[in-house]
């Protein structure tokens, strides 16, 4: 049986790295993890071995990866030590890590979903406090943040930290 790539345990799934067609061998908990699941605290950090992998696939997965876990310590480490090959680097840019919006809860956030602010939050610039137990509804994804999402508070758009809600 084959070892998942990233952290060894059985693999379950091969995963095809866009846009190229070369694969990784994941286990149930990684395939799991990459699509937004809840992975076992510390489960990621196995990326610190998976960069050193001989395959580039296993390379450029482990770089997006670790991007998305930059603003943690260990994996900004982990990114300051990976050394990519610049038409390995290329492929791993070509499809930018998805980030993956989570509310203060945990919780996986959509664009269009409805959350509930549990902070008293200061609008910058807009001269009044967004109101805790305020709905904000219809939200919207900051693209290049997983910690922002837009919503509309008071009939002004404001930008708001994932980390002051909680979905509805």
Same mark, same amino acid.
């Given at each position: 049986?084959?070892?998942c *790539?990233?952290c060894?345990a059985?693999?379950t799934?091969d995963?095809?790295?866009?846009?190229r067609? *070369?694969? @990784?061998?994941?286990?149930?908990?990684?395939?799991?993890g990459i &699509?937004? *699941?809840e992975? !076992? $605290?510390? +489960?990621w950090?196995s990326?610190?071995?998976a960069?050193?992998?001989?395959? /580039?696939?296993v390379?450029?997965l482990s770089w997006?990866?670790?991007?998305r876990?930059?603003?943690e =310590?260990?994996?900004a480490?982990? #990114?300051d030590m %990976?050394?990519l090959?610049p038409?390995? $680097?290329?492929?791993a840019k070509?499809?930018? !890590?998805? #980030?993956? +919006?989570? /509310?203060s809860?945990? =919780?996986? %956030?959509s664009?269009?979903?409805?959350v509930? %602010?549990i &902070?008293d939050? !200061?609008? &910058?610039?807009g001269g009044?406090?967004a109101k805790?137990?305020?709905?904000?509804?219809g939200?919207?994804? @900051?693209a /290049?943040?997983?910690? +922002?999402?837009?919503?509309?508070? *008071?009939g002004q758009?404001?930008?708001? #930290?994932t980390?002051?809600?909680?979905?509805k």
């Amino acid at each position: 049986m084959a070892e998942c *790539e990233i952290c060894g345990a059985p693999a379950t799934t091969d995963m095809a790295i866009a846009p190229r067609t *070369e694969t @990784v061998a994941l286990c149930a908990t990684c395939a799991g993890g990459i &699509k937004g *699941e809840e992975v !076992p $605290e510390g +489960h990621w950090q196995s990326l610190t071995t998976a960069m050193w992998s001989e395959s /580039d696939a296993v390379k450029v997965l482990s770089w997006r990866l670790l991007n998305r876990f930059k603003s943690e =310590a260990w994996a900004a480490d982990a #990114l300051d030590m %990976l050394y990519l090959e610049p038409e390995v $680097e290329e492929w791993a840019k070509a499809v930018g !890590p998805e #980030l993956i +919006h989570r /509310d203060s809860n945990g =919780a996986v %956030l959509s664009s269009g979903d409805t959350v509930v %602010l549990i &902070k008293d939050l !200061p609008v &910058k610039g807009g001269g009044f406090t967004a109101k805790r137990g305020t709905a904000v509804r219809g939200i919207s994804l @900051v693209a /290049d943040n997983a910690g +922002h999402i837009e919503g509309r508070v *008071e009939g002004q758009r404001i930008v708001i #930290l994932t980390e002051f809600v909680k979905k509805k």
